[in-house]
């Protein structure tokens, strides 16, 4: 975890000494230079959601945890039956 704490901050650090550059050097209009962290944001905004897409298509269906899961499930509400606890349909 403190990797990628050390990956995100050396980004960011990287990112910003080149946002100065930029403002320093006058090679972008100033206009436009003032709206690069706008567009960073934006761009790691999208990126986010890409890699949350990517990651519910390719999440994998368990069959076998599936039936363990009901299994337990049974087994719990025989527990909670026994010991007096009403849990109704559910």
Do not use: R
Request: some cysteine.
């Amino acid at each position: 975890a403190m990797k990628h704490v050390v990956k995100i901050l050396s980004l960011l650090v990287a990112v910003s000494a080149f946002w100065i550059v930029l403002l320093q050097a006058a090679i972008v209009p100033q206009s436009h230079t003032w709206l690069l962290p706008i567009y960073f944001v934006v761009s790691l905004g999208c990126y986010g959601l890409l890699m949350v897409g990517i990651g519910i298509m390719q999440f994998p269906t368990c069959p076998q945890e599936a039936v363990l899961l009901n299994h337990d499930i049974a087994e719990a509400k025989d527990f909670l039956s026994t010991n007096g606890i009403d849990i109704g349909t559910y």
